[in-house]
């Protein structure tokens, strides 16, 4: 199955920082989406961003399906954006998530 | 709008003993997907059940069984519990196996089991 690697796994912030994180993929990108997941474990949508790139408020995300990354750019980062974040991708109906990457955001 | 709901929110059980949980899926979805979060891991997926079928699976074993109730509701059986079964069980529902409703999932909070 498709292989799917995030970075850095962890990330330390200042409130206020930007910071960008990454996934990558071992195979075609189709159905790629971001997550949040909170401290008390709820996995909270960001982005379903198969290509191109979105934005939601201080959030956005870009894809580039043809070389097999996608990044997430957290700007003015509060400390509510702590928690992990995780990209999956679809591929064969099998969803399949990375490790995440664990963001700490200090007031 | 009811998100995807799932109960327990916690449970223990001892090895050996059998586990049900429970999930209902977001108003409007059809399909529902399990997932076995370990501490420290990604969600791994462990199947999906759309028209009461099991349409895909991952790589459990079969002490991992399932069922798709008529009202789209699932429900996720573990038997022979093993201390390694011990994580967070993730629902997520999506619309259709096909298509762009099926491609963003949508989770509950989850249910964690601890196993002793």
């Known amino acids: 199955g498709i292989q799917v690697e995030q970075s850095p796994p962890d990330l330390i912030l200042q409130e206020g920082a930007n910071s960008t994180l990454r996934c990558n993929f071992s195979?075609?990108?189709?159905?790629l989406q971001w997550f949040h997941q909170n401290p008390w474990g709820q996995l909270i949508n960001l982005f379903y961003i198969p290509s191109g790139t979105k934005q939601n408020g201080r959030l956005s995300a870009t894809t580039v399906a043809t070389e097999r990354y996608s990044l997430l750019y957290i700007s003015s980062s509060q400390t509510t954006d702590s928690g992990v974040y995780f990209c999956?991708?679809?591929?064969?109906?099998?969803?399949?998530f990375g490790r995440g990457t664990s963001l700490i955001v200090h007031p | 709008d009811a998100g995807v709901t799932q109960s327990p929110t916690h449970l223990i059980k001892t090895r050996g003993q059998q586990v049900t949980l429970r999930c209902s899926p977001k108003s409007g979805h059809d399909t529902v997907s399990w997932y076995q979060q370990a501490l420290g891991q990604g969600p791994q997926f462990i199947f999906q059940?759309?028209?009461?079928?099991?349409?895909q699976r991952g790589n459990f074993p079969d002490r991992f069984s399932g069922h798709q109730f008529p009202n789209y509701s699932s429900e996720l059986n573990v038997n022979a519990l093993l201390l390694g079964d011990s994580a967070l069980y993730l629902c997520?529902?999506?619309?259709?196996?096909?298509?762009?409703?099926?491609?963003?999932?949508?989770f509950g909070a989850g249910s964690r089991l601890t196993v002793l």
């Open positions: 195979d075609s990108v189709n159905n």
């Open positions: 999956a991708e679809k591929g064969s109906y099998i969803p399949t």
């Open positions: 997520a529902s999506s619309l259709g196996t096909g298509g762009s409703g099926a491609n963003v999932l949508t």
């Open positions: 059940y759309y028209e009461e079928e099991e349409r």
